[in-house]
């Protein structure tokens, strides 16, 4: 049921105190979904107009196959029309991956090793009139 975003019930969410945003984990027929709501503020002194984005996670998809997946059957770059078309549709760039353009860091292993990929990133709005220089992914040991 929808009733704005408030209203809506799942499996898991993360909300703010003020109702402006909402991240709900739904599952709909044995199928998980992530869904995000935004509502905007109402007062104009707390309305900011931008077009940055910072968007990271573990996105379960490889941007390239060749080069983002081991064992891969692929011989030459072969991107993902999805991520390529979402990143298009919003100005996003991989700022790793244009500093590191030939570096395979994969992130996740199959347990014997026998398999391992990378398709935990973070993507940025392009940068206008700035450059990245350096850009490191690491692990981080609990």
Not at 27 to 56: A, D, P, Q, R, W
Request: aromatic fraction near 14%; charged fraction near 15%.
């Amino acid at each position: 049921v929808w009733c704005g975003v408030q209203g809506l019930v799942g499996e898991t969410h993360r909300k703010d105190n003020l109702g402006h945003w909402l991240i709900c984990v739904l599952k709909v027929e044995n199928t998980f979904l992530f869904l995000c709501n935004v509502y905007g503020y109402n007062k104009l002194s707390h309305k900011y107009s931008t077009n940055n984005f910072i968007v990271g996670g573990d996105f379960n998809i490889v941007c390239d196959e060749w080069l983002d997946r081991s064992l891969s059957k692929i011989q030459s770059h072969h991107i993902n029309s999805f991520l390529h078309i979402f990143c298009l549709d919003f100005n996003l760039i991989d700022p790793w991956r244009l500093v590191n353009q030939l570096h395979q860091p994969f992130l996740w292993f199959k347990l014997d090793r026998s398999a391992k990929s990378h398709f935990d990133f973070w993507l940025i709005s392009e940068p206008r009139g700035c450059i990245c220089c350096t850009c490191y992914i690491c692990l981080i040991n609990n």
